[in-house]
């Protein structure tokens, strides 16, 4: 089991580009979570997505950011039109079903120059 | 907010001595989870405990919880240099789950 694979692991935008983060979650897990964590900061809860569905986006920016979880294929985190402030590691995790522990990916970290 | 408070920010202890980590939160909760993180890397999942218990093991790892208190503690028995690291609390309310800010731990060989 390969467990939770985010990729890129590394990611450089300019400003005002697209950036698109993906996670592909454990196998046999149908919950994925994506977090924010800022320098020097823990981590931010941004939105929590089942197959096809977005369950809780209350974390997600109102604009330039997006999330989905299609039926095939990984979970994607897409932010547009980049600004400096974007720049953070960005953590993917995944889980069987609410509140039976959480696995996560090693992270993307954007970097927004 | 939801959201945890980890409690020393930061702690530097000898090796071999214990380290104890405090998180409060503001609402109930399912269980509560301790994570580590490494700099540079993901999150490690050390351990779960469910509202319902009061106190879990794991190896040199024991964690408490208050529900009454709204407050868990993370304590590393005998700790070793490759316990440096960054202790996250995280409160799982069922739907969602609220990471603290962290406590930074550096075991001094």
């Known amino acids: 089991n390969a467990g939770v694979m985010q990729n890129p692991r590394h990611l450089v935008r300019r400003r005002g580009q697209e950036a698109r983060l993906r996670c592909s979650p454990m196998?046999?897990?149908?919950?994925v979570y994506w977090y924010r964590q800022l320098p020097e900061e823990g981590l931010k809860f941004m939105v929590y997505?089942?197959?096809?569905?977005?369950?809780?986006e209350s974390g997600m920016p109102k604009e330039r950011f997006s999330a989905e979880f299609p039926k095939e294929g990984p979970s994607i985190l897409r932010i547009q039109q980049v600004v400096r402030g974007d720049s953070a590691a960005y953590f993917c995790?995944?889980?069987?079903?609410?509140?039976?522990?959480?696995?996560f990916g090693s992270g993307t970290r954007l970097t927004v120059v | 907010s939801q959201q945890g408070e980890e409690d020393p920010q930061a702690l530097s202890i000898q090796e071999g001595e214990n380290a104890t980590m405090n998180c409060s939160y503001k609402?109930?909760?399912?269980?509560l989870q301790w994570y580590r993180q490494n700099s540079g890397r993901g999150l490690v999942h050390l351990i779960l405990?469910?509202?319902?218990?009061r106190e879990k093991h794991s190896g040199r790892l024991r964690v408490t919880l208050d529900t009454s208190k709204k407050s868990s503690s993370l304590l590393i028995t005998a700790s070793r240099a490759a316990d440096t690291a960054s202790y996250f609390c995280?409160?799982?309310?069922?739907?969602?789950?609220?990471f603290g800010t962290g406590t930074s731990l550096t075991v001094i060989p």
């Open positions: 405990i469910r509202s319902n218990e």
């Open positions: 995790a995944s889980s069987p079903g609410a509140g039976n522990g959480y696995t």
């Open positions: 196998k046999g897990h149908s919950h």
């Open positions: 995280a409160t799982d309310t069922g739907n969602q789950f609220y």
């Open positions: 997505l089942q197959k096809e569905n977005i369950i809780d």
């Open positions: 609402t109930s909760i399912n269980n």
